[in-house]
């Protein structure tokens, strides 16, 4: 595996890590038709757990099968693929060495109330299934993001120690945060800074919005004139929050939109330094012919 100038930069600024893991994230780097890039688009199918079956896979029902989602995720010549324990235990043998995996440690539902998580697979089970990395999600502002950062700690340093990549999907909710402020600037750019805080050599967030919610926070950003116009701008200051680019920060596809909406926020990632997407329900809600189609242009645009 020849890295390029530009994967060997990113592997460099990960000074703590052992070969094992920047072998891992290399594997990452280096898959499908951004290879060596420095940019990733994954396939993350974890959204049976947090939305249920019929809200994630009706609208292609090709998409109950789990064997669907790794050849849509190899087909498309994506970085890699991540769910949770059940998902990759149906199609690891099939696809053994084809795809990158990640296992999603973690996830919620949406029949509980509280703005929790339950560990639901291992580092174990992810050198079992030859993954290279863990998944992990954190609600900064819950009432149990504390708890959720230990179990983390705990995780990531067992993770780490075997030599798997760790990524982070850092979503900020909790009883001080409406919906607005779940997605503004500063919220979203203080939860990526959580995630790199915490030991994560990938961080995912969503695509941050204008606003700026918590009144602590105004004044930082208005004396010292921290641009928050545009996409590209946000997503600039959320890697910049990031150990000044250190760390790769990727962005989710959200719910589920317009082909012109989702790629008007792909070329918003792209122009703002992102280093990629993860991108779900956008795709594989759509037909495989369009999803493809759609997912060729996501990888055109990151290509630059």
């Known amino acids: 595996m020849t890295l390029t100038p530009k994967v060997k930069a990113i592997l460099d600024q990960y000074e703590s890590d052992n070969p094992g893991t920047k072998m891992n994230l290399a594997r990452l780097l280096n898959a499908g038709k951004l290879g ?11 959204q049976g757990f947090e939305h249920g079956p019929a809200r994630s896979f009706a609208a292609n029902p090709a998409a109950y099968d789990p064997h669907y989602h790794f050849e849509l995720a190899i087909e498309a010549g994506l970085s890699g693929y991540a769910a949770p324990l059940g998902m990759l235990e149906c199609g690891a043998a099939t696809y053994a060495g084809e795809i990158p995996l990640i ?131 946000r997503v600039q200051h959320v ?13 989710s596809g ?15 990632i792209q122009d703002g330094g992102g280093f990629g997407s993860i991108i779900g329900r956008n795709v594989f809600q759509r037909p495989k012919a369009e999803a493809l189609a759609l997912l060729d242009k996501i990888t055109t645009i990151f290509k630059g």
């Open 36 to 46: 060596g890039t420095g940019k990733l688009v994954i396939l993350p199918v974890d």
């Open 103 to 233: 296992l999603k440690c973690n996830s919620s539902n949406s029949l509980a109330t509280e703005k929790d998580q339950a560990v639901t697979g291992t580092v174990s089970d992810a050198l079992r299934l030859g993954c290279s990395g863990i998944g992990f999600t954190i609600y900064p502002g819950s009432e149990y993001c504390f708890e959720q950062m230990e179990e983390l700690r705990e995780l990531a340093a067992e993770a780490k120690a075997a030599g798997l990549a760790v990524i982070v999907w850092s979503y900020p909710r909790g009883p001080v945060l409406d919906k607005k402020a779940e997605t503004a600037v500063d919220v979203c750019a203080y939860a990526a800074h959580m995630a790199a805080l915490t030991g994560a050599h990938i961080i995912k967030v969503k695509p941050p919005t204008e606003v700026v919610a918590l009144d602590a926070n105004k004044p930082a950003y208005e004396q010292n004139k921290i641009d928050v116009a545009t996409l590209a701008a």
């Open 239 to 251: 890697v910049q929050s990031c150990f000044a680019g250190r760390r790769i920060v990727i962005f």
């Open 254 to 268: 959200g719910a589920h939109t317009s082909t012109d909406e989702l790629l008007q926020t792909i070329q918003g």
